[in-house]
């Protein structure tokens, strides 16, 4: 027993050292292995050694040194393969689902969108997920292979258990979406592959983080607005998902007493005030509802109603980033989602709103920016929670356990 345990932390060290490295070169291309062994702290025969397999197995590459004369022989420097292991993305969305494969460093090699269809059950849009994977696998070569895959939902999820809690906007609710996607994915070309579930907001927190070029800000926030609004909070490299996998559901936040109803049950959130249902036609009358397109042809005609409800809740948004940044005080917030995209009538109030209240406190404003991957913010950080999992292999996944005292929404 003793010999099976030191055996096993054995490999276990092993298979930290070895996506330490990868780690460190996604963060830093073009080290050698004397460097890399300086910055993570490990003889230089075994960073040789576990290079050679990285490199063997297709993570790493090596690049041809150009001869430099006088100068000797130079250290050959070392990259993140950019084509022979990849990663899937998934969004799973409201209407549709958005599929993306990438490199180990987030670049877009293939895509697909597919709407659900007339059944908008869960498993029947799982299928549809399950479909719109494998088309994006057979757009790849033969010769790529994909290590991992990761799926964003709009709800709060069990990543531990592969299990959707609820996602209000679907009408889904104890879903497990990773058995049935792994159901469905039996007997393909991507059975066997390891899945990874997570909120919508979370995985595209998790893609500014891991597809960053430059080093993240901490803590990251980023604020995803659509039908829903959530966050996904980074803090110290790493996920926060809370005791119970809803950390940054602060799309229900309450930012006015006895305010418009939300979808979950109360008055007053922040999602009732700030995302898709705010913009669109008075009153609670499904007949009246516009879809965000049509707010955008208003908002090109200029019609003063529709113009008001979005400056209204951009000036909600800047109140709700304000006791956000209180909250945690971020070194960056990212916004996304498709309110996002209606752009300066809705980012103007909510940022001038946020300024002025860091000028009456004397504070700098926290800086905001837009999610740098656009509409595909979630389906990219999907893949990015693949990389996150795969590449810490020692982070603890927090299961949230069966007994969920509140539901979210
Ligand atoms: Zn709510």
Known sequence: ?????????????????????????????GLSRADLALAVGLTKSTVSLLVRELV??????????VATGDLGRRPTPLFIDPDRLLL???????????????????????CNTAGYGASRTARACIASLATALLKVRRQLDASQQVLGIGVGLPGGVNEARGVLHFAPNLGWRDIPVGALLGEKLLDTPLDGVPLFIQNEADVAALGELEFNPTPASDPLLYVSINQGLGAGVIVGDRLLTGSRGFAGEVGHMVLQLGGPRCSCGRRGCAEALIATRAMLGPGDDPAALRSLAEVRAHLVDQDPETLKAVHSAGRNLG??????????????????????ELGLPFL?????????????????????????????AVAVGAAALARYRLTRPALPLADTGAAVAEEPA
């Open 88 to 110: 899937l993305g998934a969004e799973v969305g409201i209407e549709s689902v958005r599929v993306v494969a990438t490199s180990l460093t987030g670049e877009i090699q293939a």
């Open 319 to 340: 109140v709700l980033l304000q006791n956000l940044a209180t909250a945690y005080d971020p070194g960056c917030i990212v916004l996304g989602g498709s309110v996002v």
């Open 56 to 65: 063997s197995e297709g993570w790493l590459a090596e690049r041809e040194v």
């Open 1 to 29: 027993m003793q010999a099976e345990t030191t055996a096993g932390s054995q490999q276990l060290l092993k298979v930290n050292n070895r996506m330490a490295l990868v780690r460190h070169l996604c963060a830093n291309p």
């Open 348 to 376: 103007q109030p909510a940022l001038a709103t946020l300024n002025d209240y860091a000028a009456a406190a004397g504070l700098p404003p926290p800086t905001v920016r837009t999610s740098r991957f656009g509409a595909n």
